[in-house]
């Protein structure tokens, strides 16, 4: 199974579609490059080439963070492995590094909608091939990681949301788009956090939003980067103590940079676990 590389898919055009290309021809978003007709994303093949990361062959199903070695799959990394609760699959599109860093930090400025559309188209493309492989089982839903209105004011959108538009336009996952969390709280900017900090910045933070009935349902939760875990795991929690039966994750990027010491990791997360207070 090929966990790495996304192929451009074909599709057929015609001069009715094509000639307000001629007047403004579309761009690589990434690198400006003029795209030729026909392309499904806004993307050049050599920037592609660089989001798809060939190098980081090895995936860990637990956290979606990649590794150098031969094309396989493992259960769980020592990045993942000590977290108290699981999720059934993550699927990410590449470690939090080179280009792949460079458009999530455009996605989440003020005019970052069009990058993180298109990001988005390749993670959908990336999570139904996953689901055609069996790797990710039906889903009933597809929700965003919420951000808190004061945030979403500031920068007019959240990335998340935008991200399921473009996995939603999958037909498998069309009308399945439901914001089954949100905000109660602000918190501060994790980046800025320890590991064992970030656990508590965002402990109590979400909530159930509305009154879907999630007992026994799976869901496919949807986020930008995912570094410590943290966020995600306290969406995680929220989700199975409301009657989940299963929490699929899909993000764009896996951050391993700070987390270079397995006992570290341990420490942290053990510090920090209560996630959901």
């Not at 000639?19 to 592609?48: D, H, K, M, Y």
């Not at 951000?147 to 920068?155: A, E, F, G, I, Y």
Request: proline letters at 4%; hydrophobic letters at 40%; aromatic letters at 6%.
């Amino acid at each position: 199974m090929d966990f790495n590389f996304i192929k451009p898919e074909p599709t057929p055009w015609t001069w009715k579609q094509a000639w307000p290309n001629l007047l403004a021809p579309p761009v690589c978003v990434a690198c400006e490059t003029i795209l030729p007709s026909g392309e499904t994303t806004l993307f050049c093949r050599l920037c592609l080439s660089f989001i798809n990361s060939t190098g980081w062959r090895k995936v860990c199903l637990g956290c979606g963070a990649r590794f150098p070695g031969e094309l396989t799959v493992i259960q769980d990394c020592a990045y993942c492995q000590s977290w108290p609760r699981r999720f059934a699959s993550v699927t990410s599109l590449s470690n939090y590094e080179g280009l792949v860093q460079d458009l999530v930090i455009r996605m989440k400025n003020r005019n970052g909608e069009i990058t993180s559309l298109q990001m988005g188209k390749l993670l959908a493309q990336h999570l139904s091939k996953n689901a055609t492989e069996g790797l990710i089982k039906q889903i009933d839903w597809v929700t965003p990681i919420p951000t808190h209105w004061h945030r979403r004011l500031r920068r007019g959108f959240n990335v998340s949301e935008l991200l399921v538009e473009s996995v939603c336009q999958v037909p498998v996952w069309k009308g399945k788009s439901k914001k089954l969390l949100a905000t109660q709280r602000k918190t501060g900017k994790q980046g800025t956090l320890s590991i064992s900090q970030r656990f508590q910045n965002v402990k109590k933070c979400f909530k159930i939003s509305g009154k879907t009935d999630l007992q026994g349902a799976t869901i496919l939760l949807i986020d930008d980067v995912m570094t410590s875990g943290a966020t995600a795991l306290q969406a995680l929690q929220l989700l199975k103590n409301a009657g989940a039966n299963a929490v699929h994750l899909g993000i764009i990027a896996r951050g391993i940079g700070r987390q270079t010491a397995k006992v570290r990791i341990r420490k942290d997360v053990s510090e920090g676990a209560n996630v959901a207070g």
